[in-house]
């Protein structure tokens, strides 16, 4: 596949999964699942904060995608937090608590021996030499081949960042990548991670490219590509003209520490909120938006009651449309 150009991760997520299941170069199968491959996939979007398809046969789980953001951010590798928001992850386990290569933040965010992340180092590089081509940050490591039986070695090679005419660039490279199941999240992460470094840089947002080196679909997967091709393919279908709100400049680090805070109460049910009650934590209106979608996660996860109409009406359109979608049967009438 040649690289493709799109506006927003809507149209290049439905091309993807169209390539890989209408023309797969081949069919492999590894580790008891059998898929649909096509090798050496790669597009760019030219507005990484359009980074969620709207899709009803399709509909991603915000709460997740926020977590795990969150999760790397934090250098975390534990199953306690993500596990939360993503159960079936506990199978990648190899003691039931915590996570290897799919933790990323352990290589992103944990300090070393010159007290600076690998993050650090690269946006100090960044700030002092804008034209660099050494900006990678590293996540794959060869070490996790040591482990002939290893259940979870990092899908993503590397990330490189380029600061050209102040917009700041991001390219990643992946072994491999689930079209249907992990393309979504991964782009998620990593655009969100491009939008706080080019914050924490001054620096405009520029383009999103992914490369990967596996591109494929799952066969048990296949019929929910065929709905989603469905859909969009239907006469007169128009994707739901939303945009996904750009994150605000000022103090993001400030924000996230008080984010990561608020999670862990509403995760562990410590405390509920309510929309006064979220408005009351400080929070830019952008960064409290990912709390009102926690505290519908957290209703969903510890009640049995419906989300409540207060929280829904708070969203932003399109968090609520994703929501809604998610979690139909959790929706009070007035919303359904």
């Known amino acids: 596949m040649t690289p493709d150009r799109a506006e927003t991760f809507h149209e290049a997520y439905i091309e993807v999964l169209r390539q890989v299941t209408t023309s797969p170069e081949y069919r492999i ?47 975390r590798a534990d199953l306690d937090m993500i596990g939360y928001y993503a159960p079936m992850m506990r199978a990648g386990s190899h003691d039931g608590s915590t996570l290897t ?7 992103l965010f944990t300090p070393g021996p010159d007290g600076r992340t690998q993050w650090q180092r690269v946006l100090d590089l960044l700030g002092k030499d804008n034209d660099t081509k050494r900006a990678v940050l590293s996540i794959f490591s060869p070490a996790e ?42 782009v998620f992460s990593f655009t969100v991670l491009q939008e706080l470094a080019a914050h924490q840089l001054g620096v405009q947002v520029g383009h999103y490219s992914h490369h990967v080196g596996s591109m494929h679909v799952n066969l048990p997967n296949r019929p929910k590509v065929r709905k989603i091709l469905a859909e969009v393919g239907a006469d007169g ?46 929070l830019a209106p952008y960064w409290q938006q990912v709390l ?22 708070a969203l932003v359109p399109s968090y609520r449309w994703l929501v809604e979608r998610r979690w139909p049967n959790r929706m009070p009438q007035v919303a359904a």
């Open 292 to 313: 009102l979608v926690w505290e519908a996660y957290r209703q969903i996860s510890h009640t049995d009651q419906p989300v409540s109409t207060e929280i829904l009406q």
């Open 101 to 107: 290569g799919t933790a990323y933040g352990r290589s």
């Open 237 to 282: 279908y128009q994707p739901p003209a939303f945009r996904f709100a750009a994150m605000p400049a000022d103090a993001c680090l400030t924000w996230l520490r008080l984010l990561a805070q608020e999670e862990a109460g509403l995760r562990t049910n410590a405390h509920q909120h309510t929309v006064a009650s979220i408005a009351a934590t400080g």
């Open 145 to 186: 081949l040591a482990v002939d039986d290893n259940p979870d070695v990092s899908c993503t090679i590397a990330a490189q960042f380029f600061l050209r005419e102040d917009r700041l660039h991001l390219t990643c490279y992946m072994r491999g990548n689930d079209a249907f199941m992990g393309l979504p999240s991964d």
């Open 29 to 75: 199968s590894t580790r008891g699942n059998t898929s649909l491959e096509l090798l050496d996939v790669s597009f760019r979007i030219a507005d990484p904060t359009q980074r969620v398809p709207y899709l009803t046969s399709r509909p991603i789980n915000l709460a997740y995608n926020w977590a795990e953001v969150l999760w790397y951010w934090s250098g």
